[in-house]
């Protein structure tokens, strides 16, 4: 699963149809939305709030959580460039 924690306004600018959308802010309220067994990619818009999302992940005890380290801009710049950058 590719998780997109970027708030809506962000969405707006730029996004991948194949990610879930859950804000950072709401992922502790959301949390049983999510399964914990499954491979789950994390990204924002450059990697930092992921980064923090990927750490609360794991710590409550999902297995396999990476951070997209560069986010959606590293995404646009290095694997598809007709993603809008912001």
């Known amino acids: 699963m590719l998780l997109d924690v970027r708030d809506p306004a962000e969405l707006a600018l730029a996004r991948l149809p194949q990610a879930v959308h859950v804000p950072m802010r709401d992922i502790p309220a959301r949390l049983a939305e999510l399964d914990p067994e499954r491979p789950t990619v994390v990204m924002c818009h450059t990697g930092v709030r992921s980064r923090h999302v990927t750490g609360f ?4 005890g999902f297995k396999q959580v990476y951070n997209l380290a560069g986010g ?3 995404w646009s710049t290095e694997l598809d ?4 950058r912001y």
Do not use: N
């Open 72 to 74: 959606i801009d590293a």
């Open 57 to 60: 992940l794991l710590a409550s």
């Open 81 to 84: 460039p007709k993603v809008p």
